[in-house]
């Protein structure tokens, strides 16, 4: 047997053999997580999280600039109507 110093406790049950079944389980991902490091199940989700949130928080940044700027030009485009003054045509040859 390999000792590592891990240790868990888990009284999220009133039943004993749930909390086994649960403490089995996080023995194995703190296990993973002492032996495999950067490549154990639990650092590779969290990176696939990070990555996703990276990827939304980005896109609702250019969201909200692309909202800015049409703002931006229906306030300019409510002004030039107000001032009566109108885009001058282009001309054509």
Do not use: W
């Not at 110093?5 to 079944?21: T, Y």
């Amino acid at each position: 047997m390999l000792e590592v110093g891990v240790s868990i406790k888990c009284q999220f049950s009133r039943l004993l053999h749930q909390n086994r079944e649960i403490a089995r389980e996080r023995l194995v991902e703190k296990l993973d997580v002492l032996l495999n490091g950067y490549m154990s199940i639990k650092a590779q989700t969290e990176r696939q999280l990070m990555k996703k949130s990276f990827k939304a928080s980005t896109k609702s940044k250019n969201l909200s600039e692309l909202k800015r700027r049409y703002q931006e030009h229906l306030a300019s485009s409510d002004n030039s109507e107000k001032t009566g003054s109108s885009p001058e045509p282009s001309k054509v040859d």
